[in-house]
């Protein structure tokens, strides 16, 4: 386990954001899911770090990065943009996983001239339906009345794939940790968002630089269908599943992830 090196960057006059920036090479920026924290990443970059420069941000309300409304897809994307500019990187891989990726949709709208490539995971391009959108307000509801571990409890189910918990109790158990003690101003402000989010699958078509799209065969949350439509959409996209993995298909399986997110970063090198 490498040591990491957290730090907490001023973003103009307000915002702060929690961050950790290990390693040299190829920038890239690794934006957890929810309700998560940058710690998501760890195996990528205890692996990566050699030949990437791994920039892994709490998104805003999450971690170490201070609660600050509002909170909407492109107000993350636009935080991850300040810190970019904070810590001199003018373009960089965009990782997203779930949310992360929801996220990385808004960079590219927003930011489109600063992605190298973008890593896609266990994530999807629609919005919310309306019976994801009410299942979302019923989790405020809880998460109101008792706290993140009552987000938790809900999210549970779906984040870890079956034969990881058969596998693995304890990532389950730390996977749990992580998400009940993810603040819940945050957690109740990136619902919110999710809800709001719009549908990217427009955006899909004219994604124009390279793309690894991944998904975890037993991901219940964000299935695999979902992982081959962004892959038919985007041109030219790679698609890796990996076997045995559900949501957290990087924590499940790092050393599968690893290797094709490092296959995917050292192809960016040789272009
Ligand atoms: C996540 O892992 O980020 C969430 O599952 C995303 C979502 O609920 O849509």
């Known amino acids: 386990m490498i040591a ?9 006059d ?9 390693g040299s090479g190829t920038p890239v920026v690794f934006l957890h899911g929810f309700p998560h924290n940058r710690a998501l990443w760890a195996p990528q970059v205890q692996a990566l770090f050699p030949f990437a420069r ?9 971690g170490e990065s201070p609660a600050r409304p ?21 373009r960089a891989v965009i990782a997203g996983l779930s949310m992360g990726g929801y996220v990385a949709f808004a960079f590219w709208r927003r930011h489109r001239a600063r992605v190298r490539a973008l890593l896609l995971a266990d ?13 979302r307000r019923e989790m ?44 819940l101003e ?30 975890g065969e037993d991901d219940v949350l964000t299935p695999v269908a979902e992982a081959r439509a962004m892959h038919a959409a985007i041109h030219g996209s790679r698609l890796e599943v990996i076997a045995g993995a559900g949501h957290l298909s990087n924590l499940e399986r790092p050393a ?16």
């Open 4 to 12: 990491l090196c957290p730090d907490v960057a001023r973003l103009g």
């Open 14 to 22: 307000v915002v702060e954001v929690g961050y950790d920036d290990i």
């Open 54 to 62: 791994c920039v892994t941000p709490d998104l805003r309300g999450f």
């Open 70 to 90: 509002p909170y909407d897809m492109d107000r993350y994307a636009d935080d991850v943009a300040s810190l970019l500019d904070a810590i001199g990187i003018g």
């Open 123 to 135: 994530t999807r391009a629609g919005a919310d339906g309306e019976e994801g959108r009410q299942r």
């Open 140 to 183: 405020i509801a809880a998460g109101r009345a008792g706290g993140s571990a009552a987000i938790a409890e809900q999210m549970m189910p779906g984040m870890v794939g079956r034969r990881t918990r058969e596998r693995c109790p304890s990532l389950v158990a730390s996977v749990h940790a992580m998400l009940a003690a993810a603040p």
């Open 186 to 215: 945050g957690a109740i402000g990136a619902l919110e968002a999710m809800i709001a989010r719009p549908d990217s699958s427009a955006t899909l078509p004219g994604i124009d630089v390279p793309t690894l799209v991944v998904g």
């Open 256 to 271: 599968a992830f690893n290797q094709v997110a490092g296959e995917f970063l050292l192809s960016l090198d040789r272009d």
